[in-house]
């Protein structure tokens, strides 16, 4: 089993000398995923009451976001989970956008990341608490994809459901055990949750990589599942056996 203290160590070497270009790509990250973001959805439709002739362009907006997020934002996810991962690895992180819009790439990416937002808006349409099991267990689609973006949709999801399987509750308290952190940021006027992000991003990439080394250990994947071929397939295996606890 993984421990979420040696996770978080991790994470923190990793960003030494990098803090900057990680802070940059988590800004990028928290944009496209509206992380982070207030919801004032009873104020606005309170606006919207009051002044009925701003709806037309009230969705229109959301329309262009909805747009922008879908052709846009998914392979900016993409191309940020894939730089923490390489980043967690003291690989070279040039170009990982460019990979994700790379139009071998593309196609596979939105399609996959389009099919798993509909399936968490569904369970989340459901219960509340489905949804947010399920966006648990679809946690690590992204990552995959930054390792293999053709593996396509159904096998990255199932994939990433047998990844977390076991594993969501404590994914939960990892999440939780930033809670800290952030309202430290909120007391710096909010701006100090900005510098969280990347602590934060750089540890879930940490969580990929181990439970992706567990994933090979185990069975449930192979090295082509995660395009790794025979010379660098040691990439999921490499000093990661201090990840493990009794």
């Not at 104020?43 to 002739?53: I, K, M, N, S, W």
């Not at 709806?55 to 940020?80: A, D, K, N, Q």
Request: charged share 20%.
């Amino acid at each position: 089993m993984w421990d979420r203290v040696e996770l978080k160590s991790l994470a923190k070497a990793s960003l030494k000398n990098n803090y900057w270009n990680a802070f940059l790509v988590s800004l990028v990250l928290m944009l496209v995923t509206g992380r982070g973001g207030s919801s004032r959805g009873e104020d606005t439709g309170e606006y919207l009451a009051r002044h009925p002739e701003y709806y037309m362009i009230f969705l229109v907006v959301v329309t262009l976001l909805l747009v922008f997020r879908v052709l846009v934002g998914y392979s900016l996810e993409v191309g940020s989970r894939r730089y923490f991962v390489k980043l967690s690895q003291y690989k070279n992180t040039k170009g990982c956008y460019g990979f994700s819009f790379d139009s071998m790439n593309y196609k596979g990416i939105v399609s996959t990341m389009f099919l798993m937002n509909v399936y968490n808006i569904l369970w989340t349409l459901l219960f509340v608490i489905p949804g947010i099991i399920k966006a648990y267990s679809y946690r690590m689609v992204p990552y995959i994809l930054g390792d293999n973006p053709n593996i396509g949709a159904n096998e990255a999801i199932t994939l990433s459901r047998k990844m977390m399987d076991g594993n969501k509750f404590e994914a939960f308290v990892l999440d939780i055990s930033f809670l800290g952190w952030y309202l430290l940021g909120l007391l710096a006027l909010v701006i100090g949750m900005l510098f969280v992000n990347p602590y934060y991003d750089a540890t879930c990439a940490q969580l990929y990589v181990a439970l992706r080394k567990i994933s090979l250990d185990n069975g449930t994947a192979t090295s082509g599942d995660f395009n790794l071929n025979d010379f660098n397939a040691q990439d999921g295996y490499n000093d990661y056996d201090r990840y493990y606890r009794d």
